[in-house]
């Protein structure tokens, strides 16, 4: 089921948050569930449970990349101003 966002509010630090990179990284996540569903499915518990393990540490530290990056760009400009 597919739902529409109609408003955010977003912190001012968040404003050049890459919401298509975020909305990306998600979507390779799910990928990554997926073939985590079928090896386990196939028997191999082991590697979907490794899979679905490493894969969760990555998201993370990506998106958390993504938070960070808008964050320094804030601070700048935040600079120029002053």
Do not use: F
């Not at 985590?36 to 530290?61: C, M, P, S, Y």
């Amino acid at each position: 089921m597919s739902r529409k966002v109609k408003s955010v509010r977003v912190p001012k630090e968040l404003e050049t948050l890459d919401l298509s990179g975020v909305i990306r990284e998600c979507e390779q996540y799910l990928r990554d569930l997926e073939s985590a569903t079928l090896l386990k499915r196939d028997g191999n518990r082991e590697a979907a449970e490794a899979l679905v393990h490493t894969r969760q540490a990555d998201l993370g530290k990506r998106v958390g990349k993504l938070v960070w990056e808008a964050r320094v760009r804030y601070g700048k400009h935040k600079e120029e101003e002053q």
